[in-house]
């Protein structure tokens, strides 16, 4: 072990530059808390003159990230470029073939290829670690594979999406537009390269499959994850859920039972007595259940330039320590392949808003489908509209929330309506948490 844990950047934005200020602001404390100086030694981004608020001029440079995995000074590489391939998965290969300790705040990424990286880790005995790509500076992946290590866990869900919450929350606030709200995420620094990954729920998504594949010791499974995002949730969505008791939320829920797996994410209503009913902002928030620690809760910030810095760094503080325990739960030859639940097998309770005509006969046509489909109604609103008639060209919303049954007879009344007379848009779906 060297004196210094001397390491290389690869990234130099919202994060890299958020490392660099947390190592120099806190550098006594980390070497004490370390046991040894942690030092950045060299840098590699796409612009090399971009002002980012640190001194740069005592760092190498490298025009090209693949060049810091190989050199002599670098003990470890942190990886904060991001994207699931390209520079980013050539740089974690090519750190670990060289025997050096690999951090990354990059959940597509390790969604991905986790396991393929993990395993090189093993074979070449060094770290590889990812504390900032799941909910940011919440130590949730350390809080799951250590200190949740002994129990059976069931399941794992929460809010994992700060630009989400962040819209949502203003929305419900502000009566915010979608678009405006989204762009302050971006300017605050929440928001991916690609935003449509936060919006559609795939960054969600990608932090949920590892959160599962931490806390039920399976494989890694990305694909099989069902997601949705809240790109059709507007201003209307949240005040009749308001009015019903609920906050919307954009949720990833995981659950594991008798060898199987169940992966959603998807914009739903949550109580609101729920404890993740009061995550405002870009905060983020996991609930896992432990068959002997019982409801763990997490929560803090998910994204931004400090919190995912501290992630970061408490992974290289662990690393200059000398803690390289396997990437997920267990080395990854113990990880267990499960077979997908259907989302149809759940049973649950649903919101649905249809946006109708306002014309005599649309309550009828809605209501058969559900009956036809076995879908028994808890309540019914309809805002709005004049006087019905049979040549109105008025669209009104009618809100159905249903009582717990399958998911499959929703799933089967919407399959029903489709080309309805009655319907005027696409219908939205909601399911409530019942966890
Ligand atoms: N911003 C946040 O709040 C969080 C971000 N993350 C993850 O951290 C990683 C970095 O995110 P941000 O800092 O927000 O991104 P960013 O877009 O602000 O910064 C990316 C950096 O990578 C550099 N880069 C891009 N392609 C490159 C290439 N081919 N070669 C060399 N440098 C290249 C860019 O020049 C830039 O310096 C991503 O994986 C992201 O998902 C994780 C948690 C929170
Ligand atoms: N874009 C992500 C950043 C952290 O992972 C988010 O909004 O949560
Ligand atoms: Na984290």
């Not at 998807?266 to 002997?292: E, T, W």
């Not at 690393?319 to 739960?329: L, S």
Request: proline share 3%; glycine share 10%; net charge negative.
């Amino acid at each position: 072990m060297t004196d210094v844990l001397r390491v290389a950047l690869a990234g130099l934005g919202t994060v890299g530059a958020g490392v660099i200020k947390l190592l120099d602001a806190n550098r006594e404390l980390i070497e004490r808390r370390a046991g040894r100086p942690i030092e950045v030694v060299a840098v590699s981004a796409r612009d090399r003159s971009r002002d980012r608020g640190v001194d740069l001029s005592r760092f190498a440079w490298e025009d090209d990230p693949a060049d810091l995995a190989a050199r002599e000074d670098v003990d470890c590489v942190a990886e904060l470029i991001g994207g699931a391939d390209g520079s980013a998965l050539a740089l974690a290969r090519d750190t670990l073939a060289a025997g050096k300790s690999f951090v990354t705040a990059n959940k597509a990424m390790i969604a991905h290829h986790g396991l393929e990286l993990a395993e090189a880790a093993e074979k070449a005995k060094v770290a590889l670690k990812y504390e900032a790509a799941v909910a940011g500076g919440i130590p949730v992946i350390k809080g799951l594979r250590e200190g949740a290590a002994a129990n059976e866990i069931t399941s794992v869900y929460g809010i994992l999406n700060g630009t989400c919450n962040y819209i949502l929350t203003e929305m419900e606030a502000k009566g915010s537009d979608f678009a405006d709200v989204l762009a302050e995420a971006q300017r605050l620094g929440y928001a991916e390269a690609d935003p449509t990954f936060d919006i559609d729920g795939i960054d969600a998504a990608h932090k949920l499959a590892i959160l599962a594949s931490l806390s039920f010791g399976t494989a890694l499974d990305f694909d099989t994850v069902a997601t949705s995002g809240i790109r059709r949730v507007i201003a209307e969505d949240i005040l009749e859920a308001r009015a019903l008791g609920f906050k919307v939320r954009l949720v990833g829920t995981a659950e594991a039972a008798g060898g199987k797996l169940f992966q959603r994410v998807h914009a739903c209503l949550v109580p609101r007595d729920h404890p993740l009913a009061h995550v405002a902002g870009s905060l983020n928030a996991i609930v896992a259940q432990g068959n002997f620690v019982g409801r763990l809760f997490f929560e803090g910030a998910g994204a931004g330039e400090g919190p995912t810095a501290s992630a970061v760094v408490a992974d290289l503080i662990d690393i200059a320590r000398g803690e390289y325990g396997p990437a997920f739960a267990m080395p990854h030859a113990r990880l267990t392949q499960a077979e997908a639940i259907e989302a149809g097998d759940r049973r649950g309770r649903a919101y649905l808003r249809f946006t109708v005509h306002d014309r005599p006969g649309v309550l009828a046509e809605i209501t058969a489908a559900m009956r036809d489909a076995n879908v028994s109604i808890e309540s019914m609103i309809q805002r709005g509209g004049a006087e019905p008639s049979e040549d109105s060209d008025d669209v009104v919303s009618l809100i159905i929330v249903t009582h717990e049954g399958p998911e499959r007879c929703v799933i089967d009344a919407l399959e029903r309506l489709k080309g309805a007379q009655s319907l005027a848009g696409e219908p939205m779906l909601m399911h409530i948490l019942d966890l």
